[in-house]
């Protein structure tokens, strides 16, 4: 897998602002993947982002890949309490997948 | 999609017995698969990559005889923490990717393991 940094660690929002996390790697990316773990469950695939300067919609959520696929971020619109728990950026590496995961942004919404 | 099962959810074992997961792939067949740990608070570390009917690939840092993973069929891979000790004490998370174009990874429901 491929080092990723991730910041920030935590962040609290009150429920209806705006949420950030990034993502960043001091080499080029083949590729960057997000995922949500909610407290206490698993983590899920959200996305996968592949080319430069690349950017993705869900809904309220926004991924975009940095033109030189050294970083990337995850932003949310609007968040809801349903948005809780911690986001993931990852990246591949090898023909089988194999994923090196960032800290993790743990997100709190507060009602 | 894609279903990963794990068993068992949670464990809790004596110091020094050896405590073993699997990792199942329902409905699909997963030649590779992964083995991860979370602490606490802390991010997934990549412990091992588990090949069928191979050796695995274990990250370095992480002792292949105390982490014993065999991968015998398409669908089946077990992690056996051996001699656990509390410092095991940890979530494992198992994953595979179904490849054939399909380049996410899904993740079993993991394993507290809790070693008193």
């Known amino acids: 897998g491929q080092q990723v940094m991730q910041i920030p660690q935590y962040q609290h929002v009150q429920e209806g602002e705006d949420f950030t996390t990034y993502c960043n790697s001091s080499t080029t990316l083949s590729n960057i993947q997000w995922y949500k773990q909610r407290p206490g469950g698993h983590p899920v695939f959200l996305i996968q982002l592949v080319k430069s300067g690349e950017v993705k919609k869900q809904k309220r959520l926004t991924f975009q890949f940095g033109e030189a696929k050294k970083n990337s971020s995850l932003h949310i619109t609007a968040t809801q309490t349903t948005d809780v728990g911690t986001y993931f950026c990852?990246?591949?590496?090898?023909?089988?997948?194999?994923?090196?995961f960032g800290i993790g942004t743990k997100l709190q919404v507060i009602p | 999609g894609a279903v990963v099962s794990q068993h068992p959810s949670w464990v809790i074992c004596k110091s020094g017995t050896s405590v073993k997961i699997e990792c199942r792939s329902l409905?699909?067949?997963?030649?590779?698969m992964f083995w991860y740990r979370q602490f606490p608070k802390q991010s997934l570390m990549l412990m091992a990559t588990s090949n069928e009917g191979s050796k695995a690939t274990y990250e370095q840092g992480v002792e292949k005889d105390k982490f014993l993973i065999n991968h015998a069929s398409l669908t089946l891979s077990t992690l056996t923490v051996t001699s656990a000790h509390p410092e095991d004490s940890s979530f494992y998370i198992c994953?595979?990717?179904?490849?054939?174009?399909?380049?996410?990874?899904?993740f079993g429901s993991g394993t507290q393991l809790s070693v008193l």
């Open positions: 409905d699909f067949q997963a030649t590779t």
């Open positions: 990852g990246s591949s590496s090898g023909g089988y997948q194999k994923v090196t």
């Open positions: 994953s595979a990717f179904p490849g054939q174009g399909d380049e996410k990874l899904f």
